[in-house]
């Protein structure tokens, strides 16, 4: 079972950072999960939303600025001082930053989806990350796009209400790799229906103890969580 950590050890660490990523692994995460935006000139940078208001000492769109203007900000004060300057990081930082058989879940949060397609394939192809790597989105047109252009890439449909995953599979003729619903969405049936049919299961976001044991016992591939330490205690007295 994966223990994946949510924008890093985002409970712990300003999400989405290289300091959240490495103190992810350092508390036992064994995967991590990351967003990613298209910067303006073209690169493919790591932050949950399409601006860096909320998560930075500086503002605007990520579509907006380049990536000279966003390493700029600093990523980390805001969430707490011991992390400033931290800065938003690259895609291909955090593919470098980690041991390139590390599972990484990259969702796409850009609506550039042409872009990011074709940039995301020459990254993961240049940084050997094809098989390592999970690309999720809640958009599915995405996710086929990139299936499509690049069969290897391993694909995973985000949800928060129920879906009709067998007939998606039926009507796109491609068959995603994981699923990643709100965890609301999973018991014991549900975890061992997907299971059965071949699928990983990702739910997201667990930070209670009580409902990680519940997915633990439903025998999930993994659970997302922003305290992928307090996870880690649970598997290992599991
Ligand atoms: O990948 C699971 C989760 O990250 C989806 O929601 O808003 O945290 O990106 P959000
Ligand atoms: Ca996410």
Redesign the pocket.
Known sequence: MLN?G??GAAGEAPENTLASFLLAIKQGATAI?L?VHVSADGEIVVC?DATIDRTTDSRGAIADLTVEQLKQADAGRWFNKAFTNERIPLLGEVFDAMPVDFPI?V?I?SNKHPQVVQKLIALMQNKARTNSVIV?S?GYEVLYALKRAEPEIRIGL?Y?KPIDYRALAEWNKVKLYSL?P?YKLVNHDYAKDVIAQGYML?P??IDNEVRMKELIENQVSGI?TNFPGRLNQLLVAS
């Open positions: 994946i949510h924008r999960e967003d949950h879940n969702e949060k999720s809640f985000l928060d990643h709100h990702y997201w976001t997302i």
